[in-house]
Nanobody, 124 residues
Framework: QVQLAESGGGLVQAGGSLRLSCAASGRTFSLYTMGWFRQAPGKEREFVAGINWSGDSTYYADSVKGRLTISRDNAKSTVYLQMNSLKPEDTATYYC?????????????????WGQGTQVTVSS
């Protein structure tokens, strides 16, 4: 498995931006399809965005399309989530996750490794 560590969360006003980072270690990062998920208090963990091993294929939840952008730098073993035009409903703990190659999947059960999460709070 690969070890993951998120950073970049914080408190931001509605309409603002944040960039989350997820650094990977332990295995060859380019072997993994990566995803970002989020979980708000009292709610289930939900898929936000995914990216394939090379970075040329991405997929987004409808709720974040046009506002959030996932990218990766295999040389740095890091995946990013650029978050623009943030809304209060984006408030959650954000997790990055890795799955061994294959297609991007929105089901969290399909992912093998998880980070500890980073909190994003958007004030109105």
């Amino acid at each position: 498995q690969v070890q993951l560590a998120e950073s970049g969360g914080g408190l931001v006003q509605a309409g603002g931006s944040l960039r989350l980072s997820c650094a990977a270690s332990g295995r060859t990062f380019s072997l993994y399809t990566m995803g970002w998920f989020r979980q708000a208090p009292g709610k289930e963990r939900e898929f936000v965005a995914g990216i394939n091993w090379s970075g040329d294929s991405t997929y987004y939840a409808d709720s974040v399309k046009g506002r959030l952008t996932i990218s990766r730098d295999n040389a740095k073993s890091t995946v990013y989530l650029q978050m623009n035009s943030l809304k209060p409903e984006d408030t959650a703990t954000y997790y990055c996750a890795a799955k061994s190659l294959g297609y991007i999947n929105i089901n969290p059960l399909d992912y093998d490794s998880w980070g500890q999460g980073t909190q994003v709070t958007v004030s109105s």
